[in-house]
Structure formats: C-alpha cells, structure tokens
C-alpha cells in the first residue's frame, strides 16, 4: 500500500540509495553515466539528511519500503525520483500532487524547477511550462519550468 509522509532522519540511507539507482538507471538514458556521477557521489545519505533540515521533503512508500522523495526548497521542486521498478504507475504523480499541496499550504502561488530531459514531458503534462531559461547543470542542460498553482 502506498503511503506518502515526510522525510524522517531514519529515512536518509534509504533516499540516499533511491537517488543513486534512480540516476544510474534512469537518468542515464538521458546524461553520460560519466557526468552522473559526481551527483551519485554528492547524494551521500549524510547529504540528504543536511538537505532535509533545509527543505520540505516528502517519501513514498510502498509496504513500508521508500521507493520515492521529492522535496521542496523556497519555491522550488528538487531531488525528485522514483526507483525504477516504481516507475510508470501513478507514484511520481502523486507525490507531485502532495508537494504542490505543501506549496500551496506554505502561500506559495508558483512552483519552479530545473528540470531534468528526463522529467520535462511528465511536468508538461501536469500543468509545468517551461519558462524559457536553460542550464548547463553538473551532468548537462536542464530546462527551466513552473506551474501556477490553483487557488
Ligand atoms: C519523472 C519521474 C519522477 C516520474 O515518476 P513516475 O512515478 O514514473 O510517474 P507516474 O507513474 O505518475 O507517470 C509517469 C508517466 O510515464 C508513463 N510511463 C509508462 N511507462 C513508464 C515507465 N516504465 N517509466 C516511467 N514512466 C512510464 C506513465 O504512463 C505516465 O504517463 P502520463 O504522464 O501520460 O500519465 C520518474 O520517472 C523518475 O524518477 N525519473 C528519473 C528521475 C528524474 O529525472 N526526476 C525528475 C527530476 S527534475
């Protein structure tokens, strides 16, 4: 059964090795593997667990095991992934519904991100624009988008 809460201490080993396969597995479709990796390596779970005091983060999860994060820092969306083999049945959907809530709940009109090549069809088709700006991030462009949210 899937539950989506927030982030607990206890949870940083667990995001920190969801991320890590997420990026091998899943972004590598998009960024070489090479250009990957100093984000695999940043994502430590004692890096998520500083990250966590910093931003609102949420987890799924699935019979008590963490299968995806998705955090929120001001007014921007970050550190989104679902593992692989969670992938494509409505996890990602839903917990981008939860932390737009939190968004909402905390007055914030408008969410942002930098979106990943991986990530920018499945924000289009949840309301995201893409703003017009891209970057050159540590494994390659990323695309600026943001939703207005429904009051
Ligand atoms: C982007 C991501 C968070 C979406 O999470 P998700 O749980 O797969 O999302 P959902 O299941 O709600 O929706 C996925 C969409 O892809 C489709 N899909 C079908 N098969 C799929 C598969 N094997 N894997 C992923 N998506 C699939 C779904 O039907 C759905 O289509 P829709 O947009 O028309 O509804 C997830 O794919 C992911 O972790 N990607 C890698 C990390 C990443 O790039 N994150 C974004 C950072 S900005």
Do not use: W
Not at 36 to 49: A, M, R, T, W
Not at 98 to 127: K, P
Request: aromatic content about 6%; hydrophobic content about 40%; charged content about 25%.
């Amino acid at each position: 059964m899937l539950k989506i809460r927030d982030f607990a201490p206890a949870d940083a080993e667990a995001v920190s090795a969801l991320i890590r396969q997420t990026m091998r597995v899943s972004n590598s479709n998009d960024y070489p593997l090479e250009r990957l990796q100093p984000l695999i390596d940043y994502f430590s779970p004692e890096k998520v667990l500083l990250l966590s005091e910093e931003r609102h983060c949420l987890v799924a999860e699935v019979d008590g095991c963490v299968v995806g994060t998705i955090a929120l820092e001001g007014t921007e969306l970050c550190t989104f992934f679902i593992a692989p083999s969670y992938q494509g049945i409505g996890i990602g959907s839903q917990l981008l519904a939860a932390i737009e809530a939190v968004a909402l709940a905390a007055g914030i009109d408008t969410i942002r991100m930098d979106a990943s090549l991986t990530g920018v069809e499945f924000y289009t088709r949840r309301g995201y624009r893409r703003t017009g700006g891209e970057l050159e991030g540590t494994a390659g462009v990323q695309v600026g988008m943001e939703k207005r949210l429904a009051r």
